[in-house]
């Protein structure tokens, strides 16, 4: 059972590029989450989706795209990186409506230099 | 709109103190809780949730919340620390349907030290 996981678990990219962060579960999962963890903030949304070809915005959208065509994979790219987005981001996923708990994978660390 | 305050960033126990890490919370509705916790390097793992239930809770590894609507707050407790608790705790909050269709409000989390 392979869960969620996320890839790559450790990236290091430039201001300005072009960064896609991936996250993929087998459980057929209708929600998925993307979060990110910075010291003294805890875990922020960034965006979710319901199903696929369906997302939302979270508390911190800007700067991040999502798409999700497919309902295993739920990829967040990060269309010019910043320094301010140096973060560890954490996909997370849920049977949805009544399904209560979320799980989650263990997490990308990027760095933006 | 939904908010969660962890008090205390850190706290230190002794092994085999009690452990209690607090927790408060704010909801216009009546809020779906948990608990995770986090070990160096890893993702989140769920140790409990509050769904409207019993208002204390039994989780994982020997750790338990109690609801307690009158002071918005759910704390959780473990009579005895032990060396792998050190870890760091979330404490979060879903309104609606209860966290599975809705994104979680987490607090900034607590360290957990454990002396030996």
């Known amino acids: 059972d392979a869960g969620i996981t996320q890839s790559p678990r450790y990236k290091i990219t430039e201001t300005g590029r072009q960064v896609t962060l991936m996250c993929h579960q087998t459980w057929s999962h209708s929600y998925m989450f993307w979060y990110r963890q910075d010291l003294g903030h805890g875990l922020r949304l960034i965006y979710y989706s319901a199903a696929a070809d369906i997302t939302d915005k979270g508390e911190v959208p800007d700067g991040y795209v999502v798409s999700r065509s497919k309902t295993e994979n739920f990829p967040l790219t990060l269309e010019s990186a910043t320094r301010s987005q140096t973060s560890v981001y954490f996909c997370a996923s849920s049977g949805g409506q009544g399904a209560v708990i979320q799980y989650f994978g263990a997490g990308t660390r990027l760095s933006v230099l | 709109a939904q908010s969660v305050t962890q008090l205390g960033s850190h706290v230190s126990v002794s092994e085999g103190a009690l452990v209690l890490l607090r927790c408060n919370y704010s909801?216009?509705?009546?809020?779906?809780l948990f608990w995770y916790v986090q070990y160096p390097n890893q993702g989140l793992q769920l140790l409990l949730k509050y769904t409207s239930a019993a208002t204390l809770v039994k989780g994982i590894n020997g750790f338990e919340a109690e609801f307690k609507k009158s002071e918005t707050s759910f704390h959780l407790t473990k009579p005895s620390a032990h060396m792998s608790d050190a870890a760091e705790y979330f404490c979060a909050v879903s309104e609606g349907s209860g966290g599975g269709a809705d994104g979680l409000t987490f607090g900034k989390g607590t360290h957990l030290i454990i002396q030996p």
């Open positions: 909801s216009s509705v009546p809020p779906y």
